[in-house]
């Protein structure tokens, strides 16, 4: 028979560890889209743990314990779909503009921004090297562009045969592969992000003096979360953790050596909403 001092200190142990198991037990499941969008997510569907995204997520979950952020693959056409349907509850590094306007939802500003710039071959077959005037008119020059994302000369417009018909546009799922094509004279511009080419031209440091980069912009990435209205977390908790994360430093850590800009986002600045 136990005794009443070892019964006490079994019920005291079991206490202890119900309290130390419930805070994982209590954490609210928040998924986020993760589509390939590189630097930001790289090829999410194999598995591989690369990108911004998921340095992101590992800093969200070291921050608190309310909820547990994770990932599941989507792809850049499938996230609408996924949103709506609700198998992802949220889309990070995302802009309304980019086909969310009639989707309902809620935004949150990152204070995370990006630019979409021009990049030819500086000089292409003995002819004079190229200056920024290249890049003033886009008729009759053909475009590497990435499938599925919404460029501003083109109106946003991200239909395939929409952009091969008026702006002789090959579409790939590859910046390397586009950049690619520039440097042997299949494509005379590809669309790349500022991001992307800054960690391109560390990787291939050997061509980057052959490329010429647009001081155009095509647009400026100015990121949002975009939240379901049954998100688990609200538009206004996750801006709150956001603003941890520039109060700590991490988001400075994780986006300043991609050249994006970390910026301060107004205290008392509400979540825009849109098609609720």
Excluded: C
């Excluded at 609200?234 to 970390?262: C, H, T, W």
């Amino acid at each position: 028979m136990s005794s009443p001092i070892r019964t006490a200190s079994r019920l005291l142990l079991m206490a202890l560890v119900a309290l130390w198991i419930l805070p994982s037990q209590a954490a609210q499941l928040v998924r986020i889209g993760a589509a390939h969008f590189p630097p930001y997510t790289v090829r999410p569907e194999s598995g591989a743990d690369t990108g911004l995204l998921p340095q992101l997520v590992e800093a969200l979950n070291a921050l608190q314990n309310d909820y547990q952020f994770v990932l599941v693959p989507t792809s850049i056409p499938r996230r609408f779909g996924d949103f709506k349907q609700g198998r992802v509850d949220m889309a990070i590094f995302e802009n309304p503009d980019w086909g969310w306007k009639d989707i309902p939802h809620t935004s949150v500003d990152m204070g995370l921004e990006d630019a979409e710039i021009f990049v030819a071959q500086r000089q292409h077959e003995g002819q004079p090297v190229r200056q920024q005037n290249y890049f003033a008119d886009l008729t009759g020059k053909r475009l590497a562009m990435f499938s599925g994302y919404h460029y501003e000369f083109a109106g946003f417009n991200a239909d395939p045969k929409f952009l091969a018909q008026n702006y002789n546009a090959t579409l790939t799922y590859s910046h390397d592969s586009n950049l690619l094509m520039v440097l042997r004279g299949r494509a005379d511009i590809a669309l790349v992000t500022r991001s992307y080419l800054s960690d391109y031209f560390l990787r291939n440091n050997k061509v980057a003096d052959q490329f010429l980069v647009s001081e155009r912009i095509d647009q400026v990435y100015h990121h949002y979360a975009i939240l379901r209205p049954a998100s688990p977390i609200s538009s206004e908790a996750f801006g709150k953790l956001l603003q941890g994360l520039r109060d700590n430093g991490q988001m400075l850590r994780i986006f300043d050596p991609y050249k994006i800009a970390v910026l301060p986002v107004p205290a008392t600045q509400s979540a825009p909403q849109f098609a609720n």
